[in-house]
């Protein structure tokens, strides 16, 4: 199983090459681009905008925005979310006996309902005691350079186990005609050389290892899971028997497969049917129809 990707010491992301070659890479970069050294700042966050989704209609406004940083060469890059806000069905709960929908309040014990405004965080040093802290005092905490998404090595498309995706991903674009050509040569560099790249970077004030991968004409950052947050698939082994399968038995496991096995895969076949269904199910609630079982 491939295991996830370190994030401790930096390491040169160009390791392997030599000095030599990355200081004229580099020099190239800056020349083509015809950019300069930049002073990273910190990121521009901005409410989530619907994403861009199946098309070329795209958000007006990014999710956010940053430097993509590899060595002494800063890209400016805008982030959408990769994931479409769907049209789903929430059930809310209601009370049954007048239908109206219950709600739900902030509790001080001693002065009752408060406000968002009247709440902070704490970390709590003892029972009962805690320590205020303040959001503003941890965001100072963070470097500029912390803020950017920082390359730290390059990997083979396998590297990481798909264990480690984190489910939340993002297309990043160049913000500015100052980043279109070293975004450009980044990205067709790891097409061309069969490339992912590790990065470390702060997204929503926390910590964040990602993936860059070139998918087309964009570069699209997957969020990962750090190692000890996902479980190691060896400690569930042993729930697996050892049984060594026939001849007979694997050769008819084969010829399933290869009959099941498609050259051109499309997940647009997929539907979420119960969805569907619900829907159907909604609507003939509010005519007053009657309601039969599911079909199979």
């Not at 050769?251 to 895969?265: E, N």
Request: aromatic share 8%; hydrophobic share 40%; proline share 6%.
């Amino acid at each position: 199983m491939p295991v996830a990707i370190s994030t401790g010491p930096r390491r040169p992301c160009s390791a392997g090459i030599g000095a030599g070659s990355r200081l004229w890479a580099l020099a190239a970069l800056f020349v083509f681009a015809r950019i300069e050294f930049l002073q990273i700042p910190a990121c521009r966050f901005q409410r989530g905008a619907p994403a861009w989704v199946g098309g070329p209609s795209m958000a007006a406004r990014p999710s956010w925005k940053s430097f993509l940083r590899l060595s002494l060469v800063s890209i400016p890059v805008k982030g959408y979310t990769a994931h479409a806000t769907t049209s789903d069905l929430p059930l809310h709960q209601i009370h049954a006996k007048c239908h109206n929908r219950i709600r739900y309040q902030k509790v001080c014990p001693v002065h009752g309902v408060v406000t968002k405004d009247e709440i902070v965080s704490g970390y709590e040093v003892s029972k009962g005691k805690y320590v205020e802290i303040d959001a503003d005092e941890l965001d100072k905490m963070r470097t500029a350079s912390e803020k950017a998404i920082n390359i730290d090595t390059f990997v083979a498309p396998d590297a990481v186990d798909p264990a480690y995706y984190s489910g939340q991903t993002y297309y990043l674009l160049p913000d500015g005609t100052a980043g279109d050509k070293p975004y450009v040569l980044l990205r067709e560099g790891m097409e061309n050389r069969n490339k992912y790249a590790v990065a470390e970077t702060v997204l929503n004030k926390r910590d964040r290892v990602v993936l860059l991968r070139p998918a087309g004409k964009l570069i699209v950052m997957e969020l990962l899971h750090y190692e000890d947050e996902v479980k190691a698939p060896e400690g569930f082994a042993k729930e697996v028997p050892a049984k060594e399968p026939t001849k007979q038995e694997a050769d008819l496991v084969d010829m399933l497969i290869k009959a099941s096995s498609t050259g051109r895969f499309d997940l647009g076949k997929y539907k979420d049917r119960y969805k569907e269904k619900l829907k159907r199910f909604i609507e003939a609630k509010v005519k007053g129809e009657e309601i039969v079982g599911g079909e199979e």
